[in-house]
């Protein structure tokens, strides 16, 4: 069986190829070509040539991930190999980690799949593996353009899946005429159990990899807010004092990073709440998981190396060119920082301290102009 990613950047390689490696599925990269960057051209030219590459963990053995097949999705012959890789019943799994640019290859899917429906194929499971983009999302650019006479042909043959990725994958880098990801070992790919069946169907089990959630939700709350939150206002409090590695300043100052964990569990626990009736004994689970989590949270900071800079690189400086950093930077914020902070006020009665602390010091950075500077 076949799993087709597109995208050949951080999360592609360092999360998608873990989940083709795991499941033995055959692995198909897409990737854009000739995108005006030489690094990009280099890797994607490693990526065809060397039929491999490394996820080189930071802790244990790395991982050499088996590429089947790479193709450049923006060259004709590659695009008709694409589609006809679609349409085939042995084609399982489709992957996206694009940032957003779906379109680009969304007449590529949909000629895929109409192809795939004229085959009698059963259908293939659709996933966007960037946690802001969701499954509505991810069909509705890839079904834009799409004829209405077609919409319900290509719908009977793909069927779009949630799912929450977590893993950190800082790096993509060239060596020694290899490629290499930097990524730490810990992954998770949170499926929704009302999904289990479809999804068992393809091979791909519960495991260290995959988990089903009956509240796919409170997955996405657990990642973003207990994980993604925390890391954003480490950095923030870390450049404040002028740190530079993100893993050095977390480890000497535990103190903080525990405190930090646990006004954001707290205003998780409190949203998770609201969200529905609970019976007693799942209100002592979810506060027993989010603690669990909390703490995993901080070794995982721990052991995973990283630059401040890369952290925080909406932190910039607006200009004529680029005037709406600041804007990006306090909107990626909002759903990350602000909405535990309000939840947590809903609980205690008063806002997090050490929350409201930090916000306080990006205030300060911006008063007295500390930007980041450009970084890649």
């Known amino acids: 069986m076949r799993h087709v990613h597109f995208g050949a950047g951080k999360l592609g390689l360092g999360f998608a190829g873990s989940v083709a490696m795991e499941f033995g599925l055959d692995f198909i990269v897409a990737n854009r070509g000739d995108a005006g960057s030489s690094a990009l051209s280099e890797r994607n030219q490693l990526l065809a040539q060397n039929s491999e590459y490394t996820i080189k963990y930071y802790t244990g053995q790395p991982d050499v991930v088996s590429v089947n097949r790479f193709l450049n999705w923006n060259h004709d012959p590659d695009r008709a190999a694409l589609q006809q890789l679609i349409s085939d019943v042995d084609t399982v799994l489709i992957t ?4 957003g640019n779906h379109k680009e290859i969304a007449d590529i899917v949909q000629a895929g799949l109409l192809m795939r429906s004229a085959n009698q194929g059963t259908p293939a499971l659709v996933l966007a593996f960037e946690n ?12 834009a353009d799409a004829s209405s006479e077609y919409l319900q042909t290509i719908d009977s043959c793909s069927r779009y899946i949630p799912c929450v990725v977590d893993r950190v994958c800082n790096n993509v880098r060239l060596e020694e005429s290899n490629v290499l990801v930097d990524a730490e070992r810990y992954g998770c790919l949170s499926l929704p159990v009302n999904a289990k069946s479809l999804i068992e169907a393809v091979g791909i089990y519960p495991g260290p990899l995959v988990k089903f959630e009956r509240d796919l939700e409170i997955a996405r709350m657990k990642k973003i807010w207990l994980f993604n939150g925390p890391h954003l206002m480490l950095a923030i409090n870390a450049h ?21 964990l646990q006004e954001f569990a707290l205003g998780c626990f409190q949203a998770c709440l609201t ?8 209100v002592n689970e979810l506060d027993s998981d989010l603690q669990a989590t909390a703490q995993s ?10 630059l401040v800079s890369r952290i925080m690189k909406r932190f910039r400086q607006p200009t004529k060119e680029k005037p709406s950093w600041m804007e990006e930077f306090f909107s990626n914020m909002k759903y990350k920082v602000i909405e535990p902070a309000h939840a947590y006020r809903d609980r205690t009665g008063h806002m997090p301290r050490r929350i409201s602390e930090t916000l306080l010091r990006a205030v300060d950075l911006i008063s007295d102009r500390r930007f980041i500077e450009g970084t890649d």
């Open 240 to 260: 404040y004092e002028r740190a530079f590695d993100f893993q050095e300043y977390v480890c000497a100052n535990k103190g903080l990073t525990t405190e930090l």
């Open 96 to 99: 996206t980690s694009l940032d």
């Open 132 to 143: 802001g983009i969701s499954d509505q999302d991810l069909r509705n650019a890839f079904m």
């Open 275 to 282: 969200r529905g009736a609970l019976s007693p004994q799942q």
């Open 297 to 306: 949270t901080q070794k995982r900071f721990e052991q995973t190396p990283g």
